[in-house]
């Protein structure tokens, strides 16, 4: 396949046009293991020229060090990009492996101050609740939320792993952008309430792990064999033990349409995201990562992939056959609390 510019999809009602596939910047600093800052800067690069705009990073993710990472090609680039962070999981100074949920107003204005100091920005373009606090009404962490845009310190909100009914109460105090969720070959389960709270509201929907985490590319078959002890993959329960080889065995239909369409593995698993736009009606920019300018270029060249009827079929069964949970503590996202 040759290379081109990707097309564009609306990151929210009246928001920017943004490329219609994002990149998760997550591994480039955090939780893969060990990574090759040159060749990750590279990527950011080749992105960018194959017309990916909107970038994902947190401040959780390496306790800012991602954000201070991205910082510079935000920089060098900021009229062409869309960025995009998050706040809500607090890390305690004494144990850098916990993670603390908070929405509470302090909380916030801390970590949108901490993001910009990082980020060395005025302004953010997307920011996300990176998780739910139940505890706190999501109609208050929204109203402060508010509050960042009216101050001018971010242009357009996004909420992360909420329900449909969080979406729309969240919806009552300021308009949403986008919704951030795991929605992959391997996990469906915001099909029956997010999605068509998203399509109701005019909210973009921005799948996480549209690869399964890298397991749908075939790139490892079992986390505790092939991933590097840093990798938190081998923590998670559908890539481990019985789980894994099972889910190995999930792989087939993907593997025969791939071979059908001269495409990786990983393009048929995301063509089967993006044309979920189609499907549900409404705008959807996945944010696969990756830390290769090889890959990004491969994943973009997915958006030119179009599956038949007949072929989506032969993908419909899968969610409902994988083993195990996408986090070994579900709680805290969207599926524990519908």
């Known amino acids: 396949m040759t290379d081109s510019r990707i097309p564009k999809a609306r990151l929210g009602a009246g928001g920017p046009e943004v490329g219609v596939q994002g990149l998760g910047c997550m591994g480039m600093s955090f939780g893969y293991g060990p990574s090759d800052a040159e060749a990750s800067r590279a990527t950011l690069e080749r992105a960018l020229e194959l017309g990916v705009t909107l970038y994902d990073t947190a401040d959780a993710y390496g ?27 607090s890390i305690p100074p004494d144990d850098p492996t916990r993670r603390i949920i908070r929405n509470d107003a302090p909380y916030i204005r801390e970590a949108v101050e901490a993001s910009l100091r990082r980020l060395d920005l005025d302004v953010i373009d997307l920011y996300y609740m990176h998780r739910r606090d139940v505890n706190v009404p999501i109609e208050e962490t929204v109203g402060v939320m508010a509050d960042l845009v009216r101050e001018g310190k971010v242009k357009q909100l996004g909420l992360s792993e909420v329900t449909g009914d969080e979406l729309r109460a969240a919806q009552t105090v300021h308009p949403i952008a986008a919704v951030q969720s795991e929605w992959s070959l391997f996990s469906r389960d915001i099909e029956a309430g997010v999605v068509p709270a998203a399509r109701e509201l005019g909210v ?17 078959a079992n986390a505790e064999q092939d991933l590097t002890d840093g990798d938190f993959r081998r923590q998670q329960p559908r890539f481990t033990g019985d789980n894994a080889a099972a889910n190995a065995a999930l792989l087939a239909p993907v593997r025969a349409l791939a071979e059908a369409h001269g495409a990786t593995l990983g393009q048929i698993a ?64 969207s599926a524990g609390r519908e």
């Open 63 to 89: 306790a800012g060090e991602n954000e201070r990472f991205l910082s510079p090609f935000f920089k060098a680039h900021r009229d062409e990009v869309v960025v995009a962070t998050k706040f809500a999981l």
């Open 270 to 333: 995301l063509a089967w995201v993006q044309q979920r736009a189609q499907v549900h009606d409404l705008p959807v920019v996945p944010i696969p990562g990756t830390r290769k300018p090889t890959r990004v270029a491969e994943n973009t060249a997915a958006t030119r992939i179009v599956l038949t009827e007949t072929e989506l079929s032969l993908l419909e069964p899968i969610a409902e056959k994988v083993a195990g949970d996408r986090y070994a503590d579900m709680t805290f996202t």
């Open 204 to 220: 973009t929907l921005v799948p996480y792990s549209p690869l399964g985490r890298g397991f749908l590319t075939g790139s490892f």
